[in-house]
T-cell receptor
Framework: DAGVTQSPTHLIKTRGQQVTLRCSPI?????VSWYQQVLGQGPQFIFQ???????GRGNFPDRFSARQFPNYSSELNVNALLLGDSALYLC????????????????FGNGTRLTVT | GQQVMQIPQYQHVQEGEDFTTYCNSS?????IQWYKQRPGGHPVFLIQ?????EVKKQKRLTFQFGEAKKNSSLHITATQTTDVGTYFC????????????FGKGTKLSVKP
């Protein structure tokens, strides 16, 4: 089975530009989460989507937005790019089973390395 | 916001030595997960702990969840060069949101 796929793998943008990152979850997984990982740090939560609805939002500015499509794939958009947006953007899918306790384990893609110059 | 502290930030060991990383939260956790990220790779799920005082083992790896569900540890016995990477704890605080809060990670290097 294919894992989580993300595109593009690398991207170079200029300050002020806009970028769209794409993610296809593992087949059967209905939840997609986006994380930003700055070099040397742990992943920081940006968004979670389940059944096309936003189910969680991290502490990121409104320049960051996302959506999930009927086939459960997802896009992350970042407007008015800043130098500080340079990072590895990770997409993770999970089955989002209804559990009394615990979160579903996250299955990460290889990420998109965004460089803003 | 909720934070999880992870120590140490770096650990350099000789092959065959043991390694431990610790994760602490100021508030009670619903669950905790552990991930490993190899250099240039993405985080890979290792284990999830849910119950107070829970201990789980995977070969040379031992994971513990504190009695108060505020701390956790990962211990590797007799490290090997294949253990190299950064180990992250990820805290789940429960509720309707399914997001996890990741620690900053412990980067393990193993000298052969």
């Amino acid at each position: 089975d294919a894992g989580v796929t993300q595109s593009p793998t690398h991207l170079i943008k200029t300050r002020g530009q806009q970028v769209t990152l794409r993610c296809s979850p593992i087949s059967g997984h209905k939840s997609v989460s986006w994380y930003q990982q700055v070099l040397g740090q742990g992943p920081q939560f940006i968004f979670q989507y389940y059944e096309k609805e936003e189910r969680g939002r991290g502490n990121f500015p409104d320049r960051f937005s996302a959506r999930q499509f009927p086939n459960y794939s997802s896009e992350l958009n970042v407007n008015a790019l800043l130098l500080g947006d340079s990072a590895l953007y990770l997409c993770a899918s999970s089955p989002k089973t209804l559990r009394l306790r615990g979160n579903s384990p996250l299955h990460f893609g290889n990420g998109t390395r965004l460089t803003v110059t | 916001g909720q934070q999880v502290m992870q120590i140490p930030q770096y650990q350099h060991v000789q092959e065959g030595e043991d390694f431990t990383t610790y994760c602490n939260s100021s508030t009670t956790l619903s669950n905790i997960q552990w991930y490993k990220q190899r250099p240039g790779g993405h985080p890979v799920f290792l284990i999830q702990l849910v119950k107070s005082g829970e201990v789980k083992k995977q070969k040379r790896l031992t994971f513990q969840f504190g009695e108060a569900k505020k701390n956790s540890s990962l211990h590797i016995t007799a490290t090997q060069t294949t253990d190299v990477g950064t180990y992250f704890c990820a805290a789940g605080y429960g509720g309707s949101q399914g997001n996890l809060i990741f620690g900053k990670g412990t980067k393990l290097s193993v000298k052969p």
